[in-house]
């Protein structure tokens, strides 16, 4: 770039002198003329002088073009380096607040060692540090925290790991990593999916049957359809006989909501059929003497050699339309021949 800048006014210099290169006379005699020789010599010295100005003309020229092309290459070298990002301003330190106090809990409860509660405790104890950081403030008093509160086996394994120093005592998460490989036996994964396919009601509350349903399903992973059709499976043959009955929600807690109501009912009813199925018993009848004669009292329903019927007897003999006194067909209590005879 230079060399054609220098090239250009070289030109541009050339070609403004215009001056007209001085000639000889040419008279017929030649030189001999001493005035004629002057003016041809100095006119070539004019020449030359303006020349040289021109050419110095020139290089102060040439000189500020190469000053301001160096200038301009430095800018552009700035604006192609990446910006250095800008340091943001250092806010003020802010006043420290007033610590507030820690929640006073409870301590957890001890662990002795039961493999189905290991999990349980541990997760207390995660909450307690979680709820009280100043209080735990670094692992190892997490780690004795824990150790206290184990009883029996539990006790004997955490002195030893404690006396030895055992890898697992530097954090409160290696301890309970290494407390679930010793402790915890708590169903998970196909276990749980086992246990959960052969769970039944049986005679206890819809209530209990869906806690533990509920447990076991979070730990199988199984998808939503899966759980409602194990759930609905799993009721008592009395609790679905009446939910089939109404129409079915398509969603799993609907489907637990529904049974709940639908115990609840079934347990309220039974409970009012109690005391019409206690005794029956006929009124004191005055003699003749006019003292109040003994109350004559007939066989108990629903029981046969004075032997109560248990309940899942009634409820068997319920639902196939038997006599609840005497267990037959084709009559019910009121209308038992049997009972006719007992009296």
């Not at 003292?291 to 066989?299: E, L, R």
Request: hydrophobic content about 35%.
């Amino acid at each position: 770039m230079l060399c054609f800048l220098f090239d250009r006014f070289w030109i541009t210099a050339i070609i403004t002198d215009t001056s007209p290169s001085p000639t000889p006379p040419t008279h017929s005699r030649g030189f001999n003329q001493p005035s004629a020789l002057e003016d041809f010599l100095s006119a070539s010295v004019r020449r030359m002088d303006s020349q040289e100005r021109n050419l110095n003309d020139t290089g102060r020229a040439v000189q500020a073009l190469v000053t301001q092309v160096s200038e301009l290459t430095q800018q552009l070298q700035l604006l192609r380096a990446p910006t250095a990002p800008l340091t943001p301003a250092v806010p003020p330190a802010p006043s420290e607040a007033p610590s507030q106090p820690e929640p006073r809990l409870p301590i957890p409860e001890s662990y002795s060692g039961e493999p189905n509660y290991c999990r349980a405790f541990l997760t207390r104890c995660d909450m307690h540090f979680s709820l009280q950081p100043r209080t735990f403030a670094n692992e190892r008093a997490k780690v004795a925290f824990v150790l206290t509160l184990l009883t029996g086996r539990a006790a004997l394994w955490g002195t030893a790991v404690w006396e030895n120093q055992d890898p697992c005592c530097a954090s409160f998460q290696s301890l309970s990593a290494e407390m679930r490989r010793v402790f915890d036996r708590a169903v998970a994964g196909r276990e749980a999916a086992r246990k959960l396919a052969e769970l039944r009601q049986h005679e206890r509350s819809v209530s209990d049957y869906s806690i533990e349903f509920r447990t076991l399903a979070v730990e199988c992973h199984w998808n939503e359809e899966a759980q409602w059709d194990m759930f609905l499976h799993g009721l008592a043959d009395r609790v679905q006989k009446e939910i089939y009955a109404l129409d079915l929600p398509t969603s799993l807690n609907g489907l637990i909501e529904l049974a709940l109501r639908v115990d609840a009912r079934l347990t309220r009813m039974e409970r009012r059929s109690l005391p019409s199925s206690t005794s029956w018993s006929q009124p004191n009848v005055r003699s003749s003497s006019g003292d109040a004669a003994s109350p004559s009292y007939d066989h108990e329903p629903m029981q046969v050699g004075r032997a109560r019927l248990s309940r899942e007897e009634k409820e068997r003999r319920r639902s196939l339309g038997l006599c609840l006194y005497c267990g037959g067909t084709g009559h019910h209590a009121y209308t038992c021949p049997v009972k006719g005879q007992a009296r």
